[in-house]
C-alpha cells in the first residue's frame, strides 16, 4: 500500500482527530469548470492514489470526475465528467451524480454515489483503472442517499449502508444495511442507527448517515459518519464514529456522544452550505496506526484530518452514548 498522508498531531492539541495546516487541500476552482469540489473518494491505486470527486459545475450540475495523485495531497482531476457504459444494466440514465465513495472489492473498485433518477437513488459502478467505467444497475427505490459498501462479503453477501430519504433536504434520516448476493438485487434491509435524543448528544439529534468505507478492526467495524443538527441557522454537520458488529453491522456495540470533528476552521464554517464537515473516505494503516479523513468542507472545498486508528476505537468506547 501507498503511504497514506500524514501530519503529527500540534503539540498544543488535545484533540483526538486533527486538521492538516495546509487545508484545504483541493480548491472550489481546481478545475476549469468547477464551482465547488467536495465530498469526494480516495482509495490507494498503483502507486499512488485515485479519486472519485464531486465537481459541482457553474451551473450548479452535479457530476463525478476521476482524478490521481502521488501523495494523496496534491491531486491532478481530470476536466471533464466521468463516463458511464454500461455494466449489468442497460439503464445509465441520471440526470445528476454525488457524494462518491470508493472501495476496492476482490477483483475490481466499486463506485457508489447519489444518482438521480426521477429523485436521489442510490448509483452503483465499477472501474479497474479508473479510465473505463461501468454503471450498474441501482441499489434502491428513490428516494435514498449516502450509499456506502464494505470492502468484503459478510456472510457470503455484498453489504451496503444507505440512508433512505426525501426528494428535499431531507430533515430526518437513519442508518440503515442492506444486502446483495451479486451486487444487482438488494434486500434484507436492516436498520443500524438513528439520530440521538437531543438531550443526549444534540449534534446528531436530526439525521445520521454513513461516511466512508468501514474499516474492520479487532473491534469490530469501524464506521466514520456524520451528524446533523438543525440550529437556528440551519443544518450543521458534523463527524463522529460508531463501531458495529463484525457478522452482525446492524449491531451497533459503540457510538460517540461528542463528535470527533465538527465545523470550527473558516473554510469549515464558510462556503456554498456553511457549518458543514462531511467525511467521504478514510485511509488506514493498521501496522503504523495511522487514518486520514478526507471530508467536504462547507459543500466548497476538500480538506484531511489526521489521527491514530487506535485512539479512535479507545475514544469510541470510553465516550459511547
Known amino acids: 500500500m501507498s503511504t497514506i498522508p500524514w501530519q503529527d498531531k ?33 482509495v490507494p491505486f498503483e502507486d499512488g492514489f485515485a479519486g472519485v470527486f464531486r465537481c459541482d459545475n457553474k451551473a ?35 440526470a445528476y451524480k454525488y457524494d462518491p465513495r470508493v472501495v476496492w472489492i476482490e477483483d475490481r473498485y466499486w463506485i457508489t454515489w447519489c444518482n438521480g433518477y426521477n429523485g436521489p437513488t442510490i448509483g452503483i459502478g465499477y472501474t479497474f483503472d479508473f479510465k473505463e467505467f461501468f ?40 442508518i440503515w444495511i442492506s444486502y446483495s448476493p451479486d451486487m444487482k438485487f438488494w434486500g434484507e434491509h436492516r436498520l443500524v442507527m438513528k439520530p440521538s435524543a437531543f438531550e443526549q448528544s444534540a449534534w446528531q439529534c436530526t439525521k445520521v448517515g454513513a461516511g466512508p468505507i468501514p474499516i474492520l478492526t479487532e473491534d469490530g467495524w ?22 458495529l458488529d463484525t457478522d452482525a453491522p446492524d449491531q451497533v456495540k459503540y457510538r460517540t456522544q461528542p463528535y470527533l470533528l465538527g465545523p470550527a476552521e473558516i473554510y469549515e464554517q464558510v462556503g456554498d452550505v456553511g457549518n458543514v464537515v462531511f467525511p467521504c ?3 488506514h494503516d493498521i501496522e503504523e496506526d495511522k487514518l486520514a479523513v478526507y471530508y467536504g468542507a462547507a459543500d466548497t472545498v476538500v480538506a ?16 459511547s452514548l
Request: include cysteine.
Open 10 to 42: 500540534p503539540e498544543n492539541s488535545t484533540d483526538v482527530m486533527w486538521r492538516y495546516s495546509e487545508n484545504p487541500i483541493i480548491d472550489r476552482y481546481a478545475i476549469p469548470s468547477s464551482n465547488s469540489i467536495f465530498n469526494s473518494a480516495v
Open 281 to 283: 473516505a478514510a485511509l
Open 304 to 319: 484531511i484530518a489526521f489521527g491514530k486508528l487506535s485512539e479512535v476505537i479507545q475514544f469510541t468506547k470510553d465516550n
Open 222 to 243: 469501524l464506521m466514520l459518519y456524520h451528524g446533523v443538527i438543525n440550529t437556528c441557522n440551519g443544518f450543521r454537520y458534523a463527524m463522529g464514529a460508531a463501531i
Open 135 to 174: 454503471q450498474c444497475e441501482n441499489a434502491f427505490l428513490p428516494f435514498n442517499r449516502n450509499g456506502v459498501l464494505f470492502p468484503q462479503k459478510i456472510n457470503g453477501k455484498y453489504a451496503m449502508l444507505s440512508r433512505p430519504s426525501d426528494n428535499g433536504h431531507t430533515p430526518f434520516g437513519d
Open 60 to 94: 450548479v450540475q452535479m457530476n463525478i470526475f476521476a482524478g490521481f495523485s502521488k501523495n494523496g495531497i496534491d491531486w491532478d482531476i481530470n476536466h471533464e465528467p466521468i463516463v458511464m457504459q454500461a455494466g449489468n444494466t442497460d439503464m445509465i440514465e441520471s
